[in-house]
C-alpha cells in the first residue's frame, strides 16, 4: 500500500528517520490526508516563504481533521492519545513535534534530557 504522506527530498538523516515515524504511524491509524496535508523539507518550507518553522528538520501540514488530532492539542478527540503514542516513538528516535499553529507543526531534535521517553 502506498503512503498519502510522501516523504520530501533534502531531509537530514534525522529528518528522514522521523518522517518515516510519522508515516508509518500515521498509515497504521488510518490517518490520510486531505491532499493539502503533506511533509515539507526545511528548503521546501522556505520556499513558501513562512516567518516560522523555518528551524526544523520536518514541517507537516495538518489542515484535515483526521490528522489534525494528532498534531494540533485542539483537536484531539481522544485524550491525547495519538499524540502521546507519536511522542514516544519520536522521543525515542531523538526528535519531538511541536504545533506551531493550528495548520502546521515542525519536527525537533529533542535536548539530550528529552531524548528518552518517559
Known amino acids: 500500500m502506498s503512503s498519502q504522506w510522501r516523504i520530501p527530498e533534502g531531509l537530514t ?3 528522514q528517520h522521523s518522517a518515516r515515524i510519522i508515516q508509518e504511524f500515521l498509515d497504521g491509524e488510518g490517518l490520510g490526508n486531505c491532499g493539502s496535508d ?7 518550507w522556505a520556499g513558501r516563504g513562512e516567518q516560522y518553522g523555518d528551524k526544523a528538520l520536518l514541517v507537516i501540514t495538518h489542515g484535515d481533521p483526521a490528522a489534525a488530532t494528532v ?48
Do not use: H, I, M, Q
Open 13 to 15: 538523516e534525522a529528518g
Open 38 to 44: 503533506r511533509f515539507y523539507s526545511p528548503d521546501e
Open 71 to 118: 498534531f494540533n492539542w485542539d483537536y484531539s478527540a481522544d485524550g491525547y492519545r495519538l499524540r502521546d503514542e507519536l511522542d514516544k516513538r519520536l522521543r525515542a528516535a531523538g526528535t519531538y513535534v511541536e504545533c506551531c499553529t493550528n495548520f502546521y507543526s515542525g519536527v525537533y531534535e529533542a535536548p539530550t534530557d528529552l531524548k528518552t521517553p518517559w
